[in-house]
């Protein structure tokens, strides 16, 4: 192959040998390497064999004449540049040839300076379509490059087993993979191009990915994951986020949908699990504790106070076993959705009257103040199992006397707002450290400190109350500052029509 910088060959066909001789030093000089021939059938032979740029080439010779030479030239070696030496300096011949295709000519004679120049413009035309091939490669090979990329990023995605689905700022489908076509029982060869609500059934999650879309959620950490069901039990997590331009603009989402039937069956198992053993534990652990009770009754007199001491405290910790036993079954109970109910409409004030009675009693214990706030209207009733909305607010209360110092002040306010019963458990205890905020609903998540080292729990109160909330369709939220206190908010349906 011919390297760039090698001299570019020049062949000279010309019967004058004054011609060809004084043609070659020239250029020669100029950095060519040169053939000369003086006859054209020589000077083809030569172009058979040889690679050459340029052809300096006399019209009128003996044997085959310069047209024929031209013609022949431009059939086999087309990209071979020509430039006639027309000997009667007529202009008929020089733009006949022209015509033929040479590249330009030179009358003869000619001076040395002539010749360079028209020379010259021959290589600058070489090194001109050499430049743009060189060029073009380039540009080839860049397209092929990018197009190898692209399609290497889209055999990834494609061979991913989480469903990828992109959507633009107006909430159309811009992009799906073939695995949530599988998960989502799409066709498989659905394509993009339509607006999310031909692909999501689920009304929740698309509402969520249009809010992304849209540019609702810019803050990454609080964007909310989604759980839904779809047709035979099985469970999928959606995960979104939106794609941000260079000005942080919004230009869609990125959603992610990942399969979680297996996790939810495990928890399942786990669930009935937990169910089976506290059952099979309640029973004897309750004779235990009877009978501790009892013991410690009829001997209380014939014991050394030790002895009295270690008794008592083996029925306490019974006694907290029995409690976190029936927290557990509770759970169990709330996550199979069987608890037994009896729902009917609720005076929610009414009832939180009486667990606060119930529980002032604790309150003064510990020389706090424990009161209701309810407006003076009578407010529209809850349907609800009452058992379920004591477990609820007892909880709450019970966590406030617990979590607040002595002399504390808890107050449990209840209005309406919009289309809900709002209620409000407020202390003014420890509080709760940002962090720990999201995972007091976790079971036996328990906020371990200096201030709650000595606190007796479990850490399934909040998970109860959120199941059962989460059960009345309802919905809970907490609001802490650590030093400060707490207010628990329950936003529970209202029922107008009781
Ligand atoms: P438990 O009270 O049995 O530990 P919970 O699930 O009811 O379990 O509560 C979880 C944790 O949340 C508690 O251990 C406590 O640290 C924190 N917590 C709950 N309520 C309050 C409150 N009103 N003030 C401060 N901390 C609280």
Do not use: W
């Not at 080439?57 to 003996?62: A, E, Q």
């Not at 009877?290 to 306490?316: C, F, G, M, P």
């Not at 199992?385 to 477990?391: F, G, K, N, R, Y």
């Amino acid at each position: 192959m011919k390297h760039l910088d090698d001299p570019l060959t020049i062949l000279v066909i010309d019967d004058e040998k004054g011609i060809r001789d004084g043609a070659e030093r020239i250029l020669s000089k100029m950095g060519f390497s040169v053939i000369t021939a003086s006859r054209g059938e020589e000077g083809l032979e030569i172009l058979d064999e040889k690679p050459v740029a340029i052809i300096l080439l006399d019209l009128k010779m003996p044997g085959i004449d310069g047209m024929e030479v031209l013609a022949r030239v431009n059939r086999q070696y087309p990209e071979v540049l020509v430039i006639v030496i027309t000997g009667f300096a007529t202009i008929e011949t020089a733009i006949e040839a022209m015509k033929q295709g040479a590249y330009d000519f030179i009358p003869k004679p000619f001076e040395p300076d002539q010749l360079r120049i028209v020379v010259n413009r021959a290589r600058e035309k070489i090194r001109l379509e050499a430049e743009a091939r060189r060029l073009e490669a380039e540009r080839q090979r860049t397209l092929a490059d990018l197009g190898a990329e692209q399609s290497r990023i889209r055999t990834i995605i494609d061979s991913l087993p989480n469903g990828v689905l992109v959507t633009n700022s107006d909430g159309v489908v811009v992009f799906l993979n073939p695995a949530l076509k599988l998960q989502l029982g799409l066709a498989p060869d659905s394509g993009p191009g339509r607006g999310i609500e031909n692909y999501i059934s689920d009304q929740g999650l698309r509402q969520l990915i249009l809010d992304i879309s849209r540019g609702r959620h810019v803050d990454f950490e609080d964007i909310p994951q989604y759980e839904f069901s779809i047709a035979d039990r099985k469970y999928l997590l959606a995960r979104a986020r939106p794609v941000l331009g260079p000005r942080n603009e919004c230009l869609g989402a990125v959603v992610n949908v990942v399969d979680i039937t297996a996790m939810k069956v495990l928890d399942r198992l786990k669930s009935e699990f937990v169910a089976k053993v506290s059952h099979e534990l309640r029973s004897p652990l309750s004779t235990i504790h009877e009978q501790l009770a009892l013991v410690l009754n009829d001997i209380i007199d014939q014991v050394s106070s030790t002895d009295r001491h270690l008794l008592s405290r083996a029925k306490e910790k019974t006694k907290g076993l029995i409690s976190l036993i029936g927290d557990l079954l509770d759970l169990s109970r709330i996550e199979a959705g069987a608890v037994c109910q009896e729902i009917k409409p609720v005076q929610l004030e009414d009832l939180l009257e009486k667990i606060i009675d119930f529980l002032g009693a604790r309150a003064k214990a510990k020389n706090q103040t424990l009161t209701l706030q309810k407006p003076d209207q009578s407010l529209p009733p809850v349907k609800a199992d009452p058992l379920t909305l004591e477990s609820i607010f007892g909880n709450l209360i019970t966590n406030a006397i617990n979590y607040t110092d002595e002399g504390g002040q808890i107050t449990v306010a209840i209005d309406l707002s919009g289309i809900n019963i709002r209620v409000q458990v407020t202390d003014n205890g420890f509080g709760i450290e940002e962090r720990h905020l999201d995972r007091i609903f976790e079971r036996f998540y328990r906020v371990k400190n200096e201030k709650t080292r000595y606190i007796t729990g479990t850490g399934l109160g909040l998970p109860i109350v959120k199941g059962l909330v989460d059960s009345l369709g309802g919905f809970i939220s907490v609001r802490s500052t650590p030093g400060q206190g707490s207010t628990f908010t329950v936003l529970l349906p209202a029922n107008n029509h009781a």
